[in-house]
Structures are given as structure tokens and as C-alpha cells.
């Protein structure tokens, strides 16, 4: 007889139980699971209905080494809160040393498991080597990053010399499953925190910035996301970010779950690092739990904080947006574009059609032809690149505003190699990158004049084809080529040298830690930002056709409908405000897609955006 080998799925009755919220439904278990045989991943419940609950099987008596390892795997699967049947199939000393909290490995399938040697009667102990395709990992923060490449652990078991049963006496720290299960378990939150070096033009109020982690889907998910938003940002954004919560606090040891009452009203006890913050603060900590909290069910319509024995400050939703704002509150008036003779228009933001009205100024009469645009956040002052993309333009949307000198020339030899479509930052700093091969580069024009800055990207490998900046002013994604691939990259703005005492000097801005979102898309053609962590594009995979799809910042794909097909995709837009439809450029002329319809035409012309 060969080595056993064991994988979780189909064909193998689960060694779990789902019950569905109306009653105690078995939908699935056994009481007896096979102890040899080839299984193969499947999910053990059905992703869509998040009202299944699975527990797990704890291991029988007398269970083979094959059905112990078996059992750990489908148990790892479990809403079974802190693991504690899956602790049932380790040794005491084992289940000691275990941290399951300590990362999430993805596999593309459930993990495979293959005894190392001959399973014989007088064995006394054992290892399994576990192995699959890396997919993904959420580590410690609860933070997702995409992953590649083998997937192998050692799994020891031994043999009681009393009891005589099997039990797994080493095991790799954290958890391991298949993406279907993963996908089952666990669902992404935004934690909000504040940006540290951003002042949102018109606005005395901090830019709330998403940080998506991923937390268990059914093991009470709202106390988890706020010990999560307490304890700090995710390593990545935390350079760029501050959070109102004092260093060191922490929930009450004596909090229990955190549940909202019959009022909507979620009150949050906090130990004494918290119970001297004033008024102001306190509304602050406040509006990152209720930007956090949000979408949540049951819904959270007020956050009460305490401390000390007492009420800190409470805030409802509502109040929430009068402390802090976020790219999602950010309503649009206006849909721009190019009409047919390539000056900027617009029409009102959802409209489903109508005539286009010139935009006041120099842009909208003409005078210089455009090839694409960028609308400032506050819709008063645009930017244009010339109809040969070599120069780049800034206005004032205003009855009688002037053209000027191009603020920004490019010495590209041909069109395809000069400056790529504009963005604006909250700040009101104007973004382009040059794809000059002499020089590619990307600028930065604080307040859209003065002296471009060149922006620092290390470890940058490609020309940058396009740039958008997240509402929120301290993210950027970037479509880089690289050979025959264009690739989606997330990066990090940090700024020093900020000019806070009127010294004149520069700053220095840096685009750093550039990770990909599209890591399965070879060909990245178009890409808007459509909320605080979420991104829409069309690419294609090796091989594939092209398809529109939304994907978040972290490289995750988030459970949400894909927008409807739409072909030959040239351009695309999304608007802060997630109500607002989606809009495109493609062989139809502009189109939008309004929630929950088809795509529809709106007008002739080129290059729409909304405002950023």
C-alpha cells in the first residue's frame, strides 16, 4: 500500500455541520469519513448565503492519523470562534504554541495532504506534508496581499501511549484553506483613519482614508473590525495616516461582544488611555468607527464612547460627516468630456443625455484643441493636454479666465510618447506623467501652477501610461508598461519637506511600496478609482478577451457584480460618490451605467471624467 493522501472535497462528506438561521438544518456532515483516498477542494457551504453558519466535527474516537488531519483542515474552515475544535485534534503542548490568528494562507484549492511513509500498525508517529498553490495571504493586521508560487508544510503527528489516539504535535503557525472557502469565511472591511499630510482644498475638516482588512464573516465580525481600527493602520498605510485614538487604548478587558441596540446605538468602553480626550477628539475617534462600521448588519446609526466609568462624547452617521469627510461623501456636479470639436463640456452628473454646455473659460471656447482633461475636486479650475499630447494646460472655470502658457511641455518624439491624461489631488496638486522614453517621469504641479515637481517612484520599473490619485491625496494607482505587459500598481505618496513656516523651499514627494492590483491581467488599458479602496478596469488576461471589473486596492477581488460587458473600452470614469453611474468611452461614443440597468448611450464625444 502506498502513502496516504488526503484532500479536502468533493466526493468526501465534509466533517462539518451548517445550519441555516431559520433552524437547525443539517446541510452537511457524517459521522464516519473515509481514511485513505484522493479528495479534491470544494467548498463546504455555499459562498452567497451568509446567513449558513459551519461548524466543525470534533474528532472521533479511534480516528486514523489520515482522518486527524483531515478533520484539522475542515475544522480551520469552521465559524467556530478561536479555533476551539480545531485545537481538539493538536496535542495540549501543540495547541499552546498554535497562533491561528497569526496569518491566513489562500490556496487556489483546498490544501492537499500526503502521509510521508507507510502508515503501519505499530506506527507512533507520523508527518503529512500539506501542499497546494499559493493564491493570497492575510496576515497579522488582518491585510490581504496577493500570492504566488508552492505551497509546502510539515504536519507531525503522534500516537498517545495511553489513550492510544492521534494527535497533531506540530502544526504550521496560522491557518491554511482553499480560495472557495476563504471566500466563504471571510469578507473586507474599510478601517478609516485620518490623512496626516493632506489639507483638503475648502476644507478645514481631515480626508478619512480606507484601510481594507479582512475579518471572519460570522464570528462577531463588529467587535473584531473595532479592536482592529484601535490597534492602528495596516504597515502599509501607516506612514501616511494618523488615528485619534491615543497610543495604548484598547477595548475594556471587560467588553463583551459588541452589539448595536434596538436604537441603532453602539456603545464602546475604553480603558483610561482614552479618558482624557476632549470633546473634539473623542468626535473624531467617533466618525472613524462609524465610517468603519457602516454597511454593517445590524446597522450602527450612533457610536457612544465611554471611559472611566463615563460618557466621552457620542455621534451619529450623520453627524459624522460635519467632523470628518471622505472620498465617498464627495458628490459631483458635473460629467465632463470633448465634444466633437475637441473643447472641454459638461452636463449634469446622472443626466441620462442632453445638450452638452461649454464649460465657462478658456477650455470650453475652442481656442485650443484637447486630446484629454482633468477637473479639479472642487470643479474650479481644469487642466488639458494638447491635441498632440505634447503640452499641458490649466484654467479657471470662470466666465473670462485665460488660457495662459502651457504649464508643463513634453519633448516626446510622437504622441504615444508624451504626457499621459492629468489628475488632481485633494490638495488641489495637479498630476501628469511624461512616457518620453528619454526621460519617462511624473510630475507633480502644487495648485496646478509654479514649477512642476518631479515626483520620486524607487524601484519603478516601466513607463507610467497613466496616473489617477485616490480622493483621499495620499494614494495613486498607475498603469505601468513593462515590456508587452501594462500592469495596475498601487502606490504610497509620501511628502516631506512641507512648507509649513513660509521658508519658500519644496517639497520632496515620493511615490513609494508600488504594489499590483490586477495581478491575474496582463493588459491594463483603462482604470478609475469608484470609492475609497476600489478600483474599476479593463484588461485582459494572458490569452483571454478583455473584461471590466471592480478590484480593490489590496489586489482582492470584492464580492460585488461585475459592471455589464461593454467592447472596445477606450476610456472610463467613476465618480467618489459610489451612487453616481459609471461612464465610459468606446465604440458606442459615452455611455453610463446606472445601478442595476444595462449600458446606455449619453452623447458623442471623447475623454469623460468626473471631477479628480
Known amino acids: 500500500m502506498g502513502a496516504e493522501r488526503v484532500r479536502r472535497g468533493r466526493g468526501t462528506p465534509a466533517r462539518t455541520m451548517a445550519y441555516a438561521a431559520c433552524g437547525a438544518v443539517l446541510l452537511a456532515g457524517c459521522a ?42 475542515e475544522a480551520l474552515t469552521s465559524d467556530d470562534a478561536d479555533y476551539r475544535t480545531a485545537r481538539q485534534y493538536l496535542t495540549p503542548e501543540a495547541s499552546k504554541y498554535w497562533r491561528p490568528e497569526q496569518s491566513t494562507t489562500v490556496l487556489s484549492d483546498g490544501p492537499g495532504a500526503r502521509a510521508d511513509r507507510e502508515i503501519r500498525e505499530d506506527s507512533t508517529a507520523l508527518t ?21 508560487g508552492h505551497y509546502s508544510e510539515l504536519v507531525r503527528l503522534v500516537k498517545d501511549d495511553k489513550s492510544g489516539q492521534w494527535r497533531i504535535d506540530a502544526v504550521p503557525q496560522g491557518v491554511v484553506m482553499g480560495k472557495s472557502d476563504f471566500q466563504r469565511n471571510y469578507t473586507s472591511f474599510n478601517k478609516y483613519y485620518f490623512a496626516s499630510n493632506v489639507n483638503v482644498n475648502g476644507s478645514s475638516l481631515p480626508m478619512a482614508v480606507a484601510d481594507p482588512v479582512y475579518v471572519r464573516r460570522h464570528v462577531d465580525p463588529t467587535t473584531r473590525l473595532v479592536r482592529s481600527l484601535i490597534s492602528g493602520p495596516t504597515s502599509w498605510l501607516d506612514p501616511v495616516v494618523r488615528s485619534s485614538f491615543p497610543t495604548g487604548t ?35 475617534m467617533a466618525a472613524q468607527l462609524l465610517f468603519t462600521l457602516r454597511g454593517l448588519s445590524p446597522a450602527v446609526e450612533e457610536v457612544e464612547l465611554r471611559a472611566d466609568g463615563g460618557q466621552l462624547c457620542s455621534l451619529t452617521q450623520d453627524g459624522a460627516e460635519t467632523v470628518a469627510t471622505r472620498g465617498a461623501l464627495n458628490q459631483p456636479d458635473y460629467l465632463y468630456f470633448l465634444d466633437e470639436e475637441q473643447k472641454l463640456v459638461r452636463i449634469a452628473a446622472g443626466s441620462s443625455g442632453g445638450d452638452a454646455e461649454p464649460v465657462p473659460g ?57 504626457l499621459t491624461p492629468p489628475s488632481w489631488d ?60 501594462r500592469s495596475l500598481l498601487i502606490g504610497r505618496i509620501e511628502r516631506s519637506g512641507l512648507d509649513e513656516a513660509g521658508s519658500g523651499e519644496r517639497p520632496t514627494v515620493t511615490v513609494v511600496e508600488l504594489r499590483s492590483a490586477t495581478p491575474e ?26 473584461q ?18 461593454l467592447t472596445g473600452v477606450k476610456a472610463l470614469t467613476a465618480a467618489g460618490d459610489e451612487t453616481a453611474p459609471l461612464v465610459a468611452y468606446s465604440v458606442d461614443g459615452i455611455v453610463r451605467l446606472p445601478s442595476g440597468a444595462q449600458w446606455q448611450k449619453v452623447t458623442g464625444g471623447t475623454a469623460p471624467v468626473y471631477p479628480g
Not at 498553490?133 to 488582518?142: E, L, P, S, W
Not at 461582544?257 to 468602553?269: A, E, H, K, N, S
Not at 488599458?525 to 478577451?545: I, N, Q
Request: aromatic letters at 4%.
Open 128 to 148: 503529512y506534508t500539506l501542499t497546494g498553490t499559493r493564491f493570497a495571504t492575510v496576515d497579522a493586521q488582518q491585510a490581504y496581499a496577493p500570492s504566488s
Open 32 to 73: 464516519s469519513m473515509p481514511d485513505s483516498g484522493d479528495l479534491r477542494g470544494v467548498e463546504s457551504t455555499p459562498r452567497k448565503d451568509t446567513q449558513v453558519r459551519v461548524y466543525a466535527m470534533p474528532p472521533s474516537e479511534d480516528a486514523t492519523p489520515t482522518q486527524i488531519v483531515q478533520g484539522f483542515l
Open 250 to 284: 484598547q477595548l475594556r478587558k471587560s467588553a463583551g461582544p459588541l452589539t448595536p441596540d434596538d436604537r441603532g446605538i453602539l456603545t464602546v468602553p475604553l480603558n483610561d488611555r482614552a479618558s482624557d480626550v476632549g470633546t473634539g477628539r473623542c468626535e473624531e
Open 362 to 418: 478658456a477650455l470650453g471656447q475652442g481656442e485650443q484643441r484637447l486630446r484629454s482633461v482633468a477637473v479639479a475636486r472642487d470643479e474650479r479650475t481644469a487642466a488639458g493636454v494638447g491635441v498632440n499630447g505634447q503640452s499641458l494646460f490649466v484654467s479657471a472655470l470662470a466666465q473670462g479666465a485665460t488660457l495662459g502658457d502651457p504649464v508643463l511641455r513634453s519633448q516626446g518624439v510622437t504622441e504615444q510618447d508624451r
Open 426 to 485: 485633494a490638495q488641489g496638486g495637479l498630476w501628469v506623467a511624461d512616457r518620453n522614453p528619454a526621460r519617462p517621469s511624473l510630475y507633480l504641479l502644487e495648485q496646478g501652477a509654479g514649477h512642476p515637481i518631479q515626483v520620486r517612484t524607487p524601484g519603478l520599473e516601466g513607463r507610467i501610461q497613466a496616473v489617477r490619485v485616490a480622493a483621499d491625496g495620499v494614494r495613486i494607482a498607475l498603469v505601468v508598461e513593462k515590456g508587452d505587459q
Open 548 to 565: 471590466m471589473k471592480y478590484v480593490e486596492v489590496d489586489g482582492s477581488t470584492p464580492d460585488v457584480p461585475p459592471p455589464a460587458a
Open 521 to 546: 491581467l496582463e493588459q491594463v488599458t483603462a482604470m478609475s478609482w469608484a470609492g475609497d479602496s476600489r478600483l474599476v478596469v479593463v484588461g485582459r488576461e494572458h490569452g483571454g478577451v478583455e
